[in-house]
Protein backbone atom coordinates (compact mmCIF):
# COMPACT_ATOMS: atom_id res chain seq x y z
CA UNK A 1 0.00 0.00 0.00
CA UNK A 2 1.51 3.11 -0.95
CA UNK A 3 2.23 5.64 1.52
CA UNK A 4 3.37 9.16 1.58
CA UNK A 5 4.00 11.18 4.86
CA UNK A 6 4.07 15.02 5.10
CA UNK A 7 6.41 16.49 8.77
CA UNK A 8 3.64 18.14 10.32
CA UNK A 9 -0.30 18.55 10.26
CA UNK A 10 -0.59 21.82 11.33
CA UNK A 11 2.12 24.32 11.59
CA UNK A 12 1.86 28.04 12.80
CA UNK A 13 4.69 30.24 11.80
CA UNK A 14 5.64 33.87 12.00
CA UNK A 15 5.98 36.46 8.85
CA UNK A 16 9.46 36.55 7.78
CA UNK A 17 10.38 33.03 9.10
CA UNK A 18 11.90 30.41 7.00
CA UNK A 19 9.79 27.31 6.60
CA UNK A 20 10.41 23.63 5.76
CA UNK A 21 7.86 21.21 4.67
CA UNK A 22 9.13 17.49 4.66
CA UNK A 23 7.36 14.70 2.45
CA UNK A 24 8.26 11.54 2.41
CA UNK A 25 6.60 8.63 0.10
CA UNK A 26 7.89 4.91 0.33
CA UNK A 27 6.98 3.01 -3.44
CA UNK A 28 9.97 4.18 -4.56
CA UNK A 29 8.33 6.65 -7.00
CA UNK A 30 10.50 8.61 -9.01
CA UNK A 31 7.83 11.84 -9.44
CA UNK A 32 7.06 14.20 -6.24
CA UNK A 33 4.59 16.93 -6.39
CA UNK A 34 4.32 19.80 -4.34
CA UNK A 35 0.94 21.48 -4.41
CA UNK A 36 -1.01 24.45 -2.42
CA UNK A 37 -4.96 23.81 -1.68
CA UNK A 38 -7.24 26.82 -1.14
CA UNK A 39 -11.34 27.32 -0.97
CA UNK A 40 -11.83 28.26 -4.35
CA UNK A 41 -9.18 27.84 -6.05
CA UNK A 42 -8.47 23.92 -6.06
CA UNK A 43 -4.83 22.37 -6.51
CA UNK A 44 -2.30 24.58 -7.76
CA UNK A 45 1.01 22.83 -8.67
CA UNK A 46 4.31 24.50 -6.79
CA UNK A 47 7.10 22.45 -8.09
CA UNK A 48 7.48 19.08 -9.44
CA UNK A 49 10.84 16.87 -9.35
CA UNK A 50 10.65 13.74 -11.51
CA UNK A 51 14.06 12.83 -10.12
CA UNK A 52 16.93 13.03 -7.23
CA UNK A 53 18.26 16.67 -7.74
CA UNK A 54 15.64 17.23 -10.52
CA UNK A 55 12.98 19.98 -9.91
CA UNK A 56 10.80 21.55 -12.25
CA UNK A 57 8.38 24.82 -11.92
CA UNK A 58 4.82 24.26 -11.28
CA UNK A 59 1.87 27.38 -12.17
CA UNK A 60 3.08 28.94 -8.72
CA UNK A 61 6.87 28.62 -7.95
CA UNK A 62 7.32 32.47 -6.30
CA UNK A 63 8.12 32.47 -2.69
CA UNK A 64 8.78 29.12 -2.76
CA UNK A 65 11.97 26.22 -3.71
CA UNK A 66 12.23 22.82 -3.26
CA UNK A 67 14.82 20.09 -2.24
CA UNK A 68 15.09 16.73 -3.46
CA UNK A 69 18.41 15.20 -2.28
CA UNK A 70 17.05 11.35 -1.76
CA UNK A 71 14.47 9.85 -4.08
CA UNK A 72 11.94 9.12 -1.24
CA UNK A 73 12.11 12.78 0.09
CA UNK A 74 10.67 16.03 -1.49
CA UNK A 75 11.02 19.40 0.68
CA UNK A 76 9.49 22.71 0.15
CA UNK A 77 10.75 25.72 1.81
CA UNK A 78 9.39 28.98 1.72
CA UNK A 79 12.76 31.46 2.28
CA UNK A 80 10.23 33.79 4.20
CA UNK A 81 7.00 33.42 5.05
CA UNK A 82 4.21 35.87 4.19
CA UNK A 83 0.67 35.85 5.05
CA UNK A 84 -0.55 34.75 1.58
CA UNK A 85 1.13 31.61 2.12
CA UNK A 86 -1.13 30.24 4.54
CA UNK A 87 -3.04 27.34 3.05
CA UNK A 88 -3.09 23.66 2.90
CA UNK A 89 0.14 21.87 1.39
CA UNK A 90 -0.06 18.68 -0.40
CA UNK A 91 2.60 16.48 -1.26
CA UNK A 92 1.83 13.44 -3.79
CA UNK A 93 4.17 10.82 -6.10
CA UNK A 94 3.52 8.58 -9.01
CA UNK A 95 5.74 6.30 -11.15
CA UNK A 96 7.91 8.30 -13.82
CA UNK A 97 5.42 6.08 -16.70
CA UNK A 98 2.76 7.56 -14.99
CA UNK A 99 3.16 10.27 -14.90
CA UNK A 100 -0.01 11.69 -16.11
CA UNK A 101 -1.80 9.35 -14.07
CA UNK A 102 -3.23 8.21 -10.29
CA UNK A 103 -0.95 10.36 -7.89
CA UNK A 104 -1.38 9.30 -4.15
CA UNK A 105 -1.39 11.84 -1.82
CA UNK A 106 0.05 12.84 1.83
CA UNK A 107 -2.64 13.91 4.71
CA UNK A 108 -1.50 17.43 4.13
CA UNK A 109 0.09 20.32 6.01
CA UNK A 110 -2.05 23.46 7.24
CA UNK A 111 0.12 26.21 7.00
CA UNK A 112 -0.77 29.09 9.52
CA UNK A 113 1.68 32.30 8.68
CA UNK A 114 0.73 35.31 11.21
CA UNK B 1 -11.79 30.45 -19.96
CA UNK B 2 -10.43 28.19 -16.97
CA UNK B 3 -8.51 25.07 -17.94
CA UNK B 4 -10.89 23.01 -15.94
CA UNK B 5 -14.24 24.02 -14.24
CA UNK B 6 -16.91 22.09 -12.29
CA UNK B 7 -20.58 22.59 -11.23
CA UNK B 8 -20.41 24.89 -8.35
CA UNK B 9 -21.93 22.99 -5.31
CA UNK B 10 -22.67 23.02 -2.56
CA UNK B 11 -25.08 19.72 -3.92
CA UNK B 12 -27.65 19.10 -0.99
CA UNK B 13 -29.35 15.74 -1.88
CA UNK B 14 -31.84 13.68 0.15
CA UNK B 15 -30.08 9.61 0.75
CA UNK B 16 -30.99 7.60 -1.91
CA UNK B 17 -31.29 10.59 -4.79
CA UNK B 18 -29.42 10.10 -7.76
CA UNK B 19 -26.81 13.25 -8.44
CA UNK B 20 -24.54 14.71 -11.16
CA UNK B 21 -21.79 16.84 -11.40
CA UNK B 22 -20.56 17.89 -14.52
CA UNK B 23 -16.79 19.27 -15.19
CA UNK B 24 -15.79 20.94 -18.55
CA UNK B 25 -12.36 21.29 -19.65
CA UNK B 26 -10.54 23.56 -22.67
CA UNK B 27 -7.53 21.27 -23.72
CA UNK B 28 -8.87 19.50 -26.36
CA UNK B 29 -5.97 16.96 -26.44
CA UNK B 30 -6.77 15.48 -23.41
CA UNK B 31 -6.56 11.77 -23.50
CA UNK B 32 -7.62 10.91 -19.89
CA UNK B 33 -9.46 12.22 -17.26
CA UNK B 34 -9.75 11.25 -13.55
CA UNK B 35 -11.92 11.92 -10.44
CA UNK B 36 -11.05 12.08 -7.15
CA UNK B 37 -12.69 12.33 -4.19
CA UNK B 38 -11.79 14.19 -1.00
CA UNK B 39 -13.48 14.24 2.43
CA UNK B 40 -13.40 17.23 4.78
CA UNK B 41 -9.62 17.38 6.11
CA UNK B 42 -8.09 14.69 4.26
CA UNK B 43 -6.47 14.47 1.20
CA UNK B 44 -7.56 13.72 -2.71
CA UNK B 45 -7.75 9.89 -3.38
CA UNK B 46 -8.84 8.46 -6.55
CA UNK B 47 -12.73 7.34 -7.26
CA UNK B 48 -12.57 6.97 -11.08
CA UNK B 49 -10.64 7.23 -14.17
CA UNK B 50 -12.02 8.12 -17.85
CA UNK B 51 -10.35 7.06 -20.85
CA UNK B 52 -12.79 6.68 -23.75
CA UNK B 53 -16.56 6.61 -23.78
CA UNK B 54 -16.98 6.39 -20.10
CA UNK B 55 -16.41 4.01 -16.37
CA UNK B 56 -19.35 2.18 -14.03
CA UNK B 57 -18.09 0.97 -11.10
CA UNK B 58 -21.02 0.54 -8.51
CA UNK B 59 -23.09 3.15 -8.10
CA UNK B 60 -20.95 5.71 -9.72
CA UNK B 61 -20.78 6.18 -13.61
CA UNK B 62 -18.54 8.39 -15.35
CA UNK B 63 -18.62 9.73 -19.04
CA UNK B 64 -16.91 11.60 -21.58
CA UNK B 65 -18.40 14.30 -24.09
CA UNK B 66 -15.23 14.47 -26.22
CA UNK B 67 -17.64 16.96 -28.71
CA UNK B 68 -18.15 19.34 -25.85
CA UNK B 69 -15.47 18.72 -23.64
CA UNK B 70 -17.37 18.07 -20.50
CA UNK B 71 -16.75 14.66 -17.87
CA UNK B 72 -19.58 13.77 -15.51
CA UNK B 73 -19.54 12.11 -12.65
CA UNK B 74 -23.45 10.23 -11.61
CA UNK B 75 -23.95 8.54 -8.03
CA UNK B 76 -27.05 6.62 -8.34
CA UNK B 77 -29.01 5.37 -4.49
CA UNK B 78 -26.89 8.51 -2.36
CA UNK B 79 -25.26 6.99 0.81
CA UNK B 80 -24.43 9.06 3.73
CA UNK B 81 -21.17 8.34 3.26
CA UNK B 82 -20.77 9.86 -0.33
CA UNK B 83 -20.84 13.42 1.33
CA UNK B 84 -17.37 15.00 0.21
CA UNK B 85 -16.31 17.25 -2.03
CA UNK B 86 -15.06 15.73 -5.96
CA UNK B 87 -12.47 16.75 -7.88
CA UNK B 88 -12.47 16.63 -11.87
CA UNK B 89 -8.93 15.61 -12.78
CA UNK B 90 -7.27 16.70 -16.08
CA UNK B 91 -3.60 15.44 -17.22
CA UNK B 92 -2.49 17.59 -19.89
CA UNK B 93 -0.40 14.91 -21.95
CA UNK B 94 1.94 17.24 -22.87
CA UNK B 95 4.61 14.78 -22.89
CA UNK B 96 5.09 16.59 -19.48
CA UNK B 97 3.70 16.15 -15.95
CA UNK B 98 0.97 18.89 -15.93
CA UNK B 99 -2.23 17.77 -14.48
CA UNK B 100 -5.47 20.14 -13.78
CA UNK B 101 -7.24 20.02 -10.83
CA UNK B 102 -10.70 21.34 -10.61
CA UNK B 103 -12.02 23.58 -7.54
CA UNK B 104 -14.30 20.56 -6.48
CA UNK B 105 -18.05 20.24 -6.21
CA UNK B 106 -18.93 19.68 -2.71
CA UNK B 107 -21.76 17.08 -1.67
CA UNK B 108 -23.73 16.76 1.14
CA UNK B 109 -26.04 13.80 1.48
CA UNK B 110 -28.59 13.87 4.21
CA UNK B 111 -30.58 11.69 6.03
Known amino acids: DVKVTQSSRYLVKRTGEKVFLECVQDMDHENMFWYRQDPGLGLRLIYF???????EKGDIPEGYSVSREKKERFSLILESASTNQTSMYLC?????????????FGPGTRLTVT | RKEVEQDPGPFNVPEGATVAFNCTYSNSASQSFFWYRQDCRKEPKLLMS???SGNEDGRFTAQLNRASQYISLLIRDSKLSDSATYLCVVPQNTGGFKTIFGAGTRLFVKA
Open chain 1, 92 to 104: ASNRRDRATYEQY
Open chain 2, 50 to 52: VYS
Open chain 1, 49 to 55: SYDVKMK
